[in-house]
């Protein structure tokens, strides 16, 4: 069993907590936890609404740890788990192992997290989403040209300071970009980097 408490992607499964959690409730009123959000980002997979469920119902003193290995899925439902990340009032860490594709890397790259980690034999994909079918072509028309001109805003979003400008814009083209783990550790510290520095810029203007 683990140090730290488990939350079953079946909600029919017993949780699991370890002295350590029971200590570290008493004395902060939080709780450590690790999710495992595995497989496609869908409302039909069976982790989807105990996921928002965990993130949307932290505490502050929570810490919650989502371990990501995904092809990817939906988008929309993507958005909705991204938000709820993202305004979760406890501190989330993401630890990716393995698969991280399409919304996938969404959520791993346009999350607030409080650290990452990547495993050295992850894998990443980046590339535009597939649209539903219709019938008559005028919608069909209508509706892709809604959907890429979102999509193109979600991509600026999650991907800002992980894929360059010329990437982002081969993106948009329709092409399907491949990166190691090596590589998104060097640019994950580097828009860390420039994060900082941009803070530090800022600062400076105020004082000034």
């Not at 992850?122 to 590339?127: C, G, K, R, Y």
């Not at 959907?147 to 083209?173: D, F, P």
Request: proline content about 1%.
């Amino acid at each position: 069993m683990s140090e730290k408490q488990i939350v079953s992607c079946n909600q029919n499964e017993d949780q699991e907590y370890s002295r350590e959690d029971h200590f570290n409730e008493i004395l902060t009123g939080g709780k450590i936890t690790h999710f495992y959000l595995n497989g496609d980002v869908s409302e039909e997979s069976k982790w989807y609404f105990p996921t928002l469920h965990l993130f949307n119902n932290a505490s502050g003193y929570d810490e919650i740890y989502l371990h990501l290995n995904s092809p990817g899925g939906n988008l929309f439902n993507m958005v909705q788990i991204l938000n709820a990340i993202n305004t979760c009032a406890g501190n989330v860490h993401l630890i990716v192992e393995g698969e991280c594709s399409s919304a996938g890397s969404m959520i791993a790259f346009g999350g607030k997290y409080k650290s990452i980690q990547i495993s050295d034999l992850s894998i990443f994909l980046f590339h535009t989403p597939t649209a539903g079918k219709y019938a008559r072509l005028d919608i069909a028309k209508s509706y892709l040209k809604g959907v890429e001109k979102w999509s193109n805003v979600v991509h600026r979003q999650c991907y800002q300071g992980i894929l360059t400008e010329v990437e982002l814009n081969q993106l948009e083209e329709g092409a399907e970009i491949y990166l190691l783990a090596s590589d998104i550790k060097t640019r994950l510290k580097d828009r860390d980097n420039n994060d900082a520095s941009d803070t530090k810029k800022k600062s400076s203007k105020k004082e000034s």
